[in-house]
């Protein structure tokens, strides 16, 4: 369970203009209420939002600005996953993840889509604050309890976009390149380009073998 050190004060939530602008995507209200507190106490971080389901992020950063997403993986509506596969590949979106419970094997493919930070619950809240830091700095982070369950996996053959990756993931998912086109918020032919681009990369000549050498290539 997220824990906030004492010394808070509520009189400092508020809105700042100058403050990173934060949305909380996690299925919990403790959470919610632990992270408010915590960047209560930074005149750096505002958070604006706090939401319980992946399905309503879409909305959200349609009518506000969104400057960082802190993201659990566990979500009752949809896999994490998909969240940040439209997240950063529609929106090109700074996500951290702060989770407890989900697997690391998500966790693991979720740096992959282009996750910026990963941080367990039962971190301190410094290194939530230092996660935060990192991804807005375009840096990577990694807690030191997280890199130890992380360090098992291996990195793929080969690095592509996020926007590839983001493209993948959804044609693994099954999705049609209409589907895609909508997820991503992108033109058709912009998908049928990017297809080619990763059959040129993935070393294949149809679209059906993209899957499969992804998969063995450990992009997916």
Same mark, same amino acid.
């Given at each position: 369970?997220?824990?906030?050190?004492?010394?808070?004060? %509520?009189? &400092? @939530?508020?809105? %700042? +203009?100058?403050?990173?602008?934060?949305?909380?995507?996690?299925?919990?209200?403790?959470?919610?209420?632990?992270? &408010?507190?915590?960047?209560?106490?930074?005149?750096?971080?505002?958070?604006?939002?706090?939401?319980? #389901?992946?399905?309503?992020?879409?909305?959200?950063?349609?009518?506000?600005?969104?400057?960082? @997403?802190?993201? !659990?993986?566990?979500?009752?509506?949809? $896999?994490?996953?998909?969240?940040? /596969?439209?997240?950063?590949? *529609?929106?090109?979106?700074?996500?951290?993840?702060?989770?407890?419970?989900?697997?690391?094997?998500?966790?693991?493919?979720?740096? #992959?889509?282009?996750? $910026?930070?990963?941080?367990?619950?039962? !971190?301190?809240?410094?290194? @939530?604050?230092?996660?935060?830091?990192?991804?807005?700095?375009?840096?990577?982070?990694?807690?030191?309890?997280?890199?130890?369950?992380?360090?098992?996996?291996?990195? +793929?053959?080969?690095?592509?976009?996020? #926007?590839?990756?983001?493209?993948?993931?959804?044609?693994?998912?099954?999705?049609?390149?209409?589907?895609?086109?909508? #997820?991503?918020? @992108? *033109?058709?032919?912009?998908?049928?380009?990017?297809?080619?681009?990763?059959?040129? $990369?993935?070393?294949? $000549?149809?679209?059906? /073998?993209?899957? +499969?050498?992804? &998969?063995?290539?450990?992009?997916?």
């Amino acid at each position: 369970m997220l824990e906030v050190e004492a010394g808070i004060n %509520m009189d &400092r @939530i508020g809105d %700042m +203009p100058d403050a990173a602008r934060v949305l909380v995507v996690d299925n919990h209200a403790v959470t919610h209420l632990g992270l &408010r507190l915590l960047f209560a106490a930074d005149l750096r971080y505002q958070v604006i939002g706090c939401l319980q #389901r992946g399905m309503l992020v879409g909305a959200f950063l349609a009518s506000e600005a969104v400057d960082l @997403i802190i993201l !659990d993986l566990q979500l009752p509506d949809t $896999r994490g996953v998909n969240v940040v /596969a439209e997240l950063i590949g *529609a929106h090109d979106m700074t996500v951290v993840i702060l989770t407890g419970a989900a697997s690391f094997a998500e966790v693991d493919y979720a740096m #992959r889509l282009g996750v $910026r930070a990963v941080v367990s619950k039962a !971190d301190a809240t410094r290194e @939530i604050l230092a996660a935060c830091d990192a991804a807005l700095s375009g840096d990577t982070y990694i807690s030191s309890a997280m890199k130890t369950s992380l360090s098992g996996f291996s990195p +793929p053959a080969i690095t592509l976009s996020a #926007r590839q990756m983001a493209i993948l993931h959804f044609l693994a998912e099954g999705a049609s390149n209409k589907e895609i086109s909508g #997820r991503l918020a @992108i *033109a058709a032919p912009t998908v049928s380009f990017h297809l080619s681009e990763l059959m040129r $990369r993935l070393e294949v $000549r149809s679209d059906s /073998a993209i899957i +499969p050498r992804a &998969r063995e290539w450990n992009l997916l």
